[in-house]
C-alpha cells in the first residue's frame, strides 16, 4: 500500500500545494486525487474521501486519515526520519516548527487580500497596514533563518518549513509585492524548485481557470522562470 492524497486544483489551492510538497520534495511516493473546489460536489468527496472537510487530506498505507497539514507534516516527519524534512540540529529543528505552526495559524490578511493563483500574476495591488504587517512578520522570520543558514532555502537545504510557505512566495510573486533583495531571492529559489515548478506545470495542464480568483487589477503573467527545454530520452 501506499499513501493517498486528496488535493484541490493546482492553480489556486495553496493548502493542496503545501500538502503535496510534503510527499514530493521529498520523495515519498502518494497516489493523488483531485477534487473540484467551489463544485457542488466538493463537500461530500472530501468527507467520503478522509472524514473531514477540506483538503488536502491523507489516507495513510495503515488506513489512517489526516485532515490538515500540520498533521500531514508532523506525520511525515516522523515517518521519514531520514528524508530531511526537518533540520537535524535541535536548535534549529526547534526553530522550523515554530515556524511551521506561526504559519499554519496565522497571515490572515495576506490570506484574504492575495489569493493564490498561478495562472497569472495580478499588476496594481498595494498592501494595506494589515497585509504589510504580515509581510513584515514573515519577512523577520526568513531573514533570521536566512542570515544563519545562508539560504538559498531557511535551513539551508529544503525542508518543511519551506514547504509551508511556498503559497506565500507565490502570492508574493504573484501580486509583484514588494519585499527586501533577500526575501526576493527567497522567493525566486521557490519559483525554481523542481517540485514548485512541476505543481505549476501540472495545475495548468488541468485546464480548469476560475472566475472567484479574478481580481480588480491588470493581469499579466505569473512570474515562472523559463521553461526546461524538452531533450530526448536515451533508449537502450
Known sequence: MTYELLIGQRLYSSWSLRGWLCFDAFDIPCRVETVEIYSDGFSSRVADFAGGTSVPAVITPEGGRLT??????????????????????????????????????????????????????????????????????????WAGALDISGG???????????????PVAARIAGFGIEVSPSSWDYVAAHLDHASFRRWRALGLAENRWLSVYDQPFEAGPFPAPASIAARDVETR
Open 152 to 166: 538559498p532555502f531557511l535551513f539551508g537545504a529544503y525542508t518543511l518549513a519551506d514547504a509551508f510557505f511556498a
Open 68 to 141: 490538515d497539514t500540520l498533521a500531514i507534516a508532523w506525520h511525515l516527519a516522523e515517518a521519514f526520519p531520514d528524508r530531511g524534512l526537518l533540520p537535524e540540529a535541535p536548535t534549529e529543528r526547534a526553530m522550523a516548527r515554530s515556524m511551521i505552526a506561526e504559519m499554519h495559524s496565522g497571515f490572515a490578511a495576506l490570506r484574504r487580500s492575495c489569493p493564490m493563483d498561478l495562472s497569472r500574476a495580478w499588476i496594481g495591488f498595494v498592501p494595506d497596514a494589515d497585509v504589510r504587517a504580515d509581510l513584515d512578520r514573515i519577512e523577520g522570520l
